[in-house]
């Protein structure tokens, strides 16, 4: 089945510690994004990549880094400076060419830092 | 910076009563706008609306676009408690990077 996968669904970590959230697609699309989603908020983009090998920063990338080695893969660390990491991750993909711009998103990561 | 703001923020209604939800956007050459469901997890795919009067449906749902006042509804007729969700509006502008830019979303809550 075609689609978006992340992992691990819900995952704890120590303050101060690098956490990577995994997110792999098989649908070939170019496109890969990672939101971050907090209680009665809307989703807020923290990268984005339209092509392998190069990324964009969204609207709240400070504490978070990304790569996109592979077409199918757009892994996020979130690092220890950022200030209040736990939230909701969802990873999303689209296909850049074409005319349709719908995102389908993956069933998301809750972190929790304590 | 684009700017999208849905309304009321949280709704409850009975079933079978009618809703209406509103999304405006403010945004540098706009291209799109869509809509989502969100039920526990990930968000669902409702509709795009490009063009300004054209409503799209698709069953009991159906939504319009008005780009002249940037603004656009989502309907529900008959809702069913099948339909309790955060319903998030989102707007693409037109420069290339396929960046949606996401309202807060109204929680819909229908009570049996």
């Known amino acids: 089945d075609g689609g978006i996968t992340q992992s691990p669904k819900y995952l704890f970590r120590k303050e101060g510690q690098n956490v990577t959230l995994s997110c792999e697609q098989n649908?070939?699309?170019?496109?890969m994004y990672w939101y971050r989603q907090d209680p009665g908020q809307g989703l807020r983009l923290i990268y984005y990549s339209q092509i392998v090998n190069d990324f964009q920063k969204g609207d709240i990338a400070e504490g978070y880094s990304v790569s996109r080695e592979k077409k199918e893969s757009f892994p996020l660390t979130v690092t220890s400076a950022q200030k209040n990491p736990t939230a909701f991750y969802l990873c999303?993909?689209?296909?850049?060419?074409?005319?349709?711009?719908?995102?389908?998103f993956g069933p998301g990561t809750r972190l929790t830092v304590t | 910076e684009d700017k999208v703001v849905q309304s009321p923020l949280s709704l409850v209604v009975h079933e079978g009563d009618t809703v209406t939800l509103n999304c405006s956007y403010e945004?540098?050459?706009?291209?799109?706008l869509l809509w989502y469901k969100q039920e526990k997890k990930a968000p669902t795919f409702l509709f795009m609306l490009t063009s300004s009067g054209i409503e799209k449906k698709s069953g009991r749902l159906s939504s319009i676009l008005d780009k002249k006042e940037l603004f656009s509804i989502l309907n529900i007729t008959a809702t069913q408690t099948g339909d309790s969700a955060v319903y998030l509006c989102?707007?693409?502008?037109?420069?290339?990077?396929?960046?949606?830019?996401f309202g807060t979303g109204t929680r819909l809550t229908i009570i049996p």
């Open positions: 649908l070939n699309h170019d496109a």
């Open positions: 999303a993909s689209s296909t850049v060419r074409g005319v349709s711009y719908e995102q389908y």
């Open positions: 989102a707007d693409i502008s037109n420069f290339g990077n396929e960046k949606l830019t």
């Open positions: 945004v540098t050459n706009f291209r799109s």
